[in-house]
């Protein structure tokens, strides 16, 4: 989780990626909380592998979360917490940006001065238009590995200091670790996230394991199982492009990268996480995979 301490890693380590490198050149920014999307802290990485994050963003149905990860970095387990807070949240980061003009501070140089493989620190913006659209102007990202000044890094850690008070105020519930599953082909990786019913577990359960791959019809991916999978309680699929699927009467478990529809003995499984893979999966030749799954451990 944010601590306090994770605040020392400010102006050492390896540089991040920049989201918004070149966001705001020459722009006079006043900021809003009203238009302010979404606040995020990482810091972590280096020899340990650990790291940990806190995120504040509006969803699409309005509401406000904070999001707090940390992953382990001896066995790469991700905990947490989720909250729901009020809008007025954003009205403080806001004035952080405001008071120390975070812009400014995201657009220093590179620092001669990095420690290859310790821990970094970044804080981003993300801010919208008046219509809702994307601001590229006024959303940027800070790394702790530019020459910051001393006024940057105070408002740096007033960030991560607002982000960890607001944890501290709210009540949360612990975040749960999806199980996942991996199917790999041809060395390409694709991800699933699992639902929690038995069918889901039963297969995570029993990874990881090698199958063949096979083309049915012009919208399913295929392979078979050795024993069926437990489907009490399990819900049934809608045959949606995207999502993983066991048909009971044949003992298989089926991706569909095309609408299919629903079928008696059709569970749904999970889903894949990006969309963008859809068509990538459906276009994968028949043939050997390696099947993987993440399972939390308690």
């Known amino acids: 989780m944010l601590t306090r301490r994770s605040f020392a ?19 006079n920014v006043v900021y809003e909380g009203r238009l302010i999307k979404s606040v995020l802290y990482t810091s972590g990485g280096g020899m340990t592998g650990g790291g940990e994050s806190s995120e504040l963003r509006r969803q699409k149905d309005g509401t406000v979360t904070l999001s707090t990860r940390g992953r382990e970095w001896h066995n790469s387990r991700e905990t947490g917490m989720d909250y729901v807070v009020d809008e007025s949240a954003f009205e403080r980061f806001a004035q952080i940006a405001n008071d120390y003009n975070l812009l400014k501070a995201s657009k220093r140089k590179e620092s001669d001065l990095i420690v290859l493989d310790a821990p970094t620190s970044s804080i981003s913006f993300t801010v919208t238009k008046e219509d809702g659209s994307y601001d590229l102007d006024a959303s940027f990202r800070i790394r702790s590995t530019l020459e910051l000044t001393d006024r940057d890094r105070e408002g740096f850690r007033e960030v991560a200091t607002a982000l960890a008070e607001l944890a501290a105020a709210s009540e949360g519930v612990p975040y749960v670790e999806p199980v996942t599953l991996t199917i790999v082909v041809s060395g390409v990786q694709y991800r699933f996230t699992l639902n929690d019913s038995p069918a889901a577990l039963d297969l995570a359960g029993r990874c990881p394991f090698d199958t063949e791959i096979e083309d049915y019809s012009d919208n399913e991916k295929i392979f078979y199982l050795d024993d069926p999978l437990d489907t009490s309680d399990t819900p049934l699929a809608t ?30 499984l999970g889903r894949i996480d990006a969309d963008y893979a859809i068509a990538f999966f459906g276009e994968v030749e028949p043939g050997a995979a390696s099947v993987w799954s993440t399972v939390p451990q308690d």
């Open 9 to 27: 890693a400010l102006g050492l380590g390896a540089g991040l990626m920049g989201l918004f490198g070149l966001a705001g050149c020459g722009k």
């Open 239 to 268: 045959g949606a492009a995207g999502t993983l699927c066991y048909f009971e009467p044949w003992n298989d478990v089926v991706f569909f990268y095309k609408d299919g529809e629903p079928y008696d003995g059709l569970y749904e």
